[in-house]
């Protein structure tokens, strides 16, 4: 349901349109993009990261979302086909729309010429307003809280906003705002950035999540499509074009609250766009009280399911070292853990773990085979990978450089359907 206020306004409930950009090529998360699009890459054991952004979506009652595809979008496309299937009778749907070359011969130029190629959607379905949000981050976002902050602002276009230290902003692109949460300023990745009112320890963050006006998207991603030095993307180029000219306020994301979360959750978000973001996402996940939480059923990640038996555990030999057991950990359904130990890891569907291997700190993806006696720590392993038995990976960077991705915290990064 949308807010009642807007509803009263519009003395029904307002349209309102979902765009979800989702074409990026993820290079810095090589070599998981290698063959499939960022928010393709699974994502906690049984999700992709996709399922995040449209959980939030459906959660919050917004039921018409078009995810706009384009690099390597095969198995994003197919994922979403398959586990997202709304009720069409309820004009209810989750469409991909790749990238089709509408107005010439390029393909997508960057996130606002995507959005300018598919304005024939927004055309068809005349929406009063436009969520514009980004296809790969973890967080959990209540998107009516949004839509009444932007509505009762009376702005153009909103933009979820996060705290994060000053020390950290650099990384990304900070927004200025008055005491009144107007946005006065955009920088990116600066490498001084102007801390947010009150808080000279903090700076804002954009999360690359908008809210617009419908008429007030159309006019901005046409004028900017027509500049020819512009590199056509919303942070870089449009909001900071509209600064001072259109009612453009911040939504500090830190204020809302998802059903059914608590305290120590609120606020969370990560950029996972690195394999090291990437693991330590993971590692948030398998902490004993997870700020990102699976388990709030108020709030439920959705994905599609498989028909696959319940994650197994065998061996008990405890003398012999050899049991099969999982501390602090995510284990996806059909898993055999044979005689191996698991600490501080997140299995996908499939995975077996054979007799006195160890796996710590390690995400392994859907078929990934581990042998007897093999050793993995700090390990992220793609699918369908069979390890050797006795193979020692995450302990030795230098050798594993020869061999592998290493990321510049030390995570070693195995291809898909690598022979070792």
């Not at 074009?241 to 059914?260: A, I, K, L």
Request: charged share 25%.
């Amino acid at each position: 349901m949308a807010p009642d206020r807007i509803r009263q306004h519009f003395g029904t409930a307002p349209k309102i349109l979902v765009m979800i950009l989702a074409g990026g090529e993820g290079r810095r998360l090589a070599p998981l993009t290698e063959e499939r699009a960022k928010p393709a890459v699974p994502f906690g054991g049984r999700y992709r990261i996709i399922d995040i952004v449209l959980s939030n979506f459906v959660n919050s009652g917004l039921n018409r979302i078009n995810v706009i595809t384009q690099y390597k979008s095969h198995s994003l496309e197919v994922h979403i086909s398959r586990a997202w299937r709304m009720s069409s009778i309820m004009d209810q749907f989750v469409e991909t729309i790749p990238a089709q070359q509408r107005v010439g011969k390029d393909w997508f130029k960057g996130s606002a010429d995507a959005v300018y190629q598919c304005l024939n959607v927004v055309d068809d379905e005349s929406p009063d307003f436009v969520c514009v949000f980004g296809g790969d981050h973890v967080y959990q976002l209540d998107v009516r809280q949004m839509l009444d902050y932007h509505f009762t602002r009376g702005a153009e276009v909103s933009v979820a906003l996060i705290p994060v230290p000053l020390a950290a902003a650099s990384a990304f692109g900070v927004v200025q705002v008055d005491e009144d949460w107007r946005i006065i300023g955009f920088q990116e990745k600066p490498k001084d950035p102007t801390p947010m009112p009150g808080r000279p320890d903090l700076a804002l963050v954009s999360m690359g999540n908008y809210i617009f006006n419908t008429p007030t998207l159309v006019e901005v991603v046409t004028v900017d499509a027509a500049a020819a030095q512009s590199s056509h993307d919303f942070g870089k180029n449009v909001l900071p074009d509209m600064v001072g000219r259109r009612r453009m306020y911040g939504y500090d994301f830190s204020t809302n609250v998802v059903p059914g979360s608590t305290v120590h959750g609120r606020g969370y978000w990560r950029d996972i766009g690195t394999l090291d973001a990437y693991w330590e996402a993971h590692m948030d996940l398998v902490a004993a009280e997870p700020q990102f939480d699976f388990y709030n059923l108020r709030w439920p990640i959705r994905t599609g399911r498989r028909h696959l038996p319940p994650a197994t555990f065998v061996h008990s030999d405890e003398q012999g070292e050899r049991v099969g057991m999982a501390i602090d950990s995510l284990v996806g359904e059909g898993c055999i853990v044979s005689g191996g130990r698991i600490s501080r890891s997140v299995l996908s569907p499939l995975v077996r773990v054979n007799s006195w291997a160890r796996v710590e700190e390690s995400i392994l993806l859907d078929g990934v085979d581990v042998g007897r006696g093999a050793q993995l720590r700090r390990v992220i392993v793609d699918k369908n990978v069979r390890i050797p038995p006795n193979t020692s990976i995450g302990f030795d960077l230098e050798a594993d450089r020869q061999r592998f991705f290493v990321s510049e915290g030390g995570v070693v990064a195995i291809r898909r359907d690598s022979e070792l």
